[in-house]
């Protein structure tokens, strides 16, 4: 058990839709990473939040957003969901720029 | 950005056999972490490793960070090592600090 939450663990849902994703860090982490893997892109790096800021983007779609609560718990937010978002979405928590932990995973699944 | 390459992409051995896998990138790196991932897809962490060796129980891995490289060594492999084993660095020049992931390497260990 790495410490790092995240629910739900799986979500089934339909195009078009808005859907959000809830990751609670591993306790005295402030870094908060989100990643997604799917079986065309691989594992990529979507965004990063340190102790309530935006740090860093990766590949994350317009469509998608994120944000870190004062309790650091983090959500991921995805909207006009598409075919194609259907994927593995990890979180993922550390100290900054220190070893990253990961939480067991949330798989949406777009109908 | 920086590239991570890993090979061999796939693996077939007998139980009880050795095996080494090799990830190389692109550029420095502050950060290198090797994982496991199940047939659940749970990510677990085996390695925090962006230079030297490092050694727990029938695994050890090392990294020459100033060749761009690591290797992860499993010795007398068990059917529990089945599954994918990822590389995954974060570039020390700055900015993001998501990690970026190899494709994988898929290690089936046969009984």
């Known amino acids: 058990d790495s410490g790092v939450t995240q629910t739900p663990k799986h979500l089934i849902t339909a195009t078009g839709q808005r859907v959000t994703l809830r990751c609670s860090p591993r306790?005295?982490?402030?870094?908060v990473y989100w990643y997604q893997q799917s079986l065309d892109q691989g594992l990529q790096f979507l965004i990063q939040?340190?102790?309530?800021?935006?740090?860093a983007k990766g590949n994350i779609l317009e469509r998608f957003s994120a944000q870190q609560f004062p309790d650091l718990h983090s959500e991921l937010n995805l909207s006009s969901l598409e075919l194609g978002d259907s994927a593995l979405y990890f979180c993922?928590?550390?100290?900054?720029?220190?070893?990253?932990?990961f939480g067991p995973g949330t798989r949406l699944t777009v109908l | 950005g920086i590239q991570v390459e890993q090979s061999p992409p796939d693996l077939i051995l007998q139980e009880g056999a050795n095996s080494t896998l090799r990830c190389n990138f692109s550029d420095s790196v502050n950060n290198l972490q090797w994982f496991h991932q199940n047939p659940w897809g749970q990510l677990i962490n085996l390695f925090y490793?962006?230079?030297g060796t490092k050694q727990n129980g029938r695994l050890s891995a090392t990294t020459v960070a100033t060749e761009r490289y690591s290797l992860l060594y499993i010795s007398s492999s068990q059917t529990t090592d089945s599954g994918v084993y990822f590389c995954a660095v974060m570039y020390s020049g700055g900015g993001a600090d998501g990690l970026t992931f190899g494709k994988g390497t898929h290690l089936i260990i046969q009984p």
């Open positions: 939040y340190y102790n309530g800021e935006e740090r």
């Open positions: 306790s005295g982490d402030l870094s």
């Open positions: 993922a928590s550390s100290d900054l720029r220190a070893e990253q932990f």
């Open positions: 490793i962006p230079s």
